[in-house]
């Protein structure tokens, strides 16, 4: 099993570009995140994906949008990057986000920098 | 405001000592607390998990503590090895909100030779 995979590792950015981020889960998972990591903050979420067919805004949804792909496979885009979105992405899997104790597995991350 | 502190920012031990590592948190209602192992360029990985009714639990040599009175937990390392260099990471679950999971910024850890 190759857990929760993300594409690509890194990814240098003008601001106006726009890209998606890839992610996929082989555990059969019914819950999919995605989270920003910056500098001196905790991991903030952006978007999460409590079953398959449903999305919902997380904490910083602002110039990001999501597709769950089917029940593996979660994306996030940026239509037009900024500065600000500098960072580092983690996608994570849960089996079910109301169930209490369920843990979130997470991908390697992907580093994007937007000049 | 649901928030997770983490103390101290980093931290720099000489293998085979031991350390600790705070936690505090004003997320209410609690559901659970949970420790992550990050090490660099990798996601996070979970270590242990702690329910109101927990005090500790270990997981080799980490030990967590929890405090739901005065909301505070900790992660006590014992004798350190050059691979615990890792952030460790305190997350915090709300019962409310449809279980809003809060992260702590970290810890950074350092275990020297």
């Known amino acids: 099993n190759a857990g929760v995979t993300q594409t690509p590792k890194f990814q240098v950015l003008k601001t106006g570009q726009s890209m998606t981020l890839q992610c996929a889960q082989d555990?059969?998972?019914?819950?999919m995140y995605w989270y920003r990591q910056d500098p001196g903050m905790g991991l903030r979420l952006i978007y999460y994906?409590?079953?398959?067919?449903?999305?919902d805004k997380g904490e910083v949804p602002n110039g990001y949008n999501v597709s769950r792909l089917n029940k593996r496979e979660f994306s996030l885009r940026l239509e037009s990057a900024a500065p600000s979105q500098t960072s580092v992405y983690f996608c994570?899997?849960?089996?079910?986000?109301?169930?209490?104790?369920?843990?979130?597995?997470f991908g390697p991350g992907t580093r994007l920098l937007v000049l | 405001k649901n928030q997770v502190e983490q103390s101290p920012q980093s931290l720099i031990i000489l293998e085979g000592k031991n350390c600790t590592l705070q936690?505090?948190?004003?997320?209410?209602?609690?559901?659970?607390l949970r420790w992550y192992k990050q090490d660099t360029g990798r996601g996070p990985v979970s270590l242990t998990i702690?329910?109101?009714?927990?005090n500790t639990k270990s997981n080799g040599r980490y030990t967590a503590t929890l405090d739901a009175d005065t909301k505070q937990s900790s992660l006590h390392i014992t004798a350190s090895q050059l691979s615990d260099s890792a952030s460790y990471i305190c997350?915090?679950?709300?019962?409310?909100?449809?279980?809003?999971?809060?992260f702590g910024a970290g810890t950074r850890l350092f275990v020297k030779a």
């Open positions: 994570a899997s849960s089996v079910a986000r109301g169930e209490q104790a369920a843990t979130q597995y």
């Open positions: 555990m059969n998972h019914n819950s």
């Open positions: 994906s409590a079953s398959e067919g449903t999305t």
């Open positions: 936690c505090n948190y004003t997320v209410s209602p609690f559901s659970n």
């Open positions: 702690m329910t109101f009714s927990e």
């Open positions: 997350v915090v679950r709300s019962s409310s909100g449809g279980f809003k999971t809060i």
